[in-house]
Structure formats: structure tokens, C-alpha cells
Nanobody, 115 residues
Framework: QVQLVESGGGWVQPGGSLRLSCAAS????????MGWYRQAPGKQRESVAT???????NYTDSVKGRFTISRENRKNTVYLEMNSLKPEDTAVYYC?????????WGQGTQVTISS
């Protein structure tokens, strides 16, 4: 099993930045893929960014050029650096880990973008 603990959400004005962190309870090199997902009110959960154990990344089109996913293996932590934030980025952001053919989720952290 994998426990995931997210932090770093909050409120910022449009154009601002936030960095989300996700600490995993297992050595991340054993985890196939980690990622960030988000769910806005009334919408389905969507993938935002993923990173494999080999370091390959993937982003949804709406965040390309603005968000960066990275990992720090010695801390078993994945980050999501979010810049040029827009009101449409408002959502609960969830950390995900794919381990041993199972999906594990964090508790979610609220990100609100408004003026």
C-alpha cells in the first residue's frame, strides 16, 4: 500500500503561483507513475500531470507551459509547480500513485483562484 499526503493548496489571485507537494509512504522508485489530478465542482476528475519512475512527464493541454511536475526521490515527494494560474484552475487537487497495479489517492487539497 501507499499513503499519500498532499500540502500546499490555498487561495491566490489570477496570475499567481502555488506549489503543491505530495509525500509518499514508499520509496518512489518502486512506484510506476505518480501524478496530480483535479476535480472542479460539478465536473469529473481529470489528469493534470504525471511523472513516471523514469522521469517522463505528461501534461493535459490546458496546463502545458504553466505547470511543472517534478519529483525528489530522496524525499519520496512529488511536486506540482503552478504558475500563471487562472480561475478555471480552481479545483481540489489530488495526488495519485500507481503501485502494484493499484491506484492510491491522497486526501486532496483545495486550490482557489479568484480576485
Amino acid at each position: 500500500q501507499v499513503q499519500l499526503v498532499e500540502s500546499g493548496g490555498g487561495w491566490v489571485q489570477p496570475g499567481g503561483s502555488l506549489r503543491l507537494s505530495c509525500a509518499a509512504s514508499r520509496n518512489m522508485l518502486m512506484i510506476l507513475t505518480m501524478g496530480w489530478y483535479r476535480q472542479a465542482p460539478g465536473k469529473q476528475r481529470e489528469s493534470v500531470a504525471t511523472i513516471t519512475s523514469g522521469g517522463s512527464t505528461n501534461y493535459t493541454d490546458s496546463v502545458k507551459g504553466r505547470f511543472t511536475i517534478s519529483r525528489e526521490n530522496r524525499k519520496n515527494t512529488v511536486y506540482l509547480e503552478m504558475n500563471s494560474l487562472k480561475p478555471e484552475d480552481t479545483a481540489v487537487y489530488y495526488c495519485n500513485a500507481q503501485f502494484m497495479k493499484n491506484d492510491y489517492w491522497g486526501q486532496g487539497t483545495q486550490v482557489t483562484i479568484s480576485s
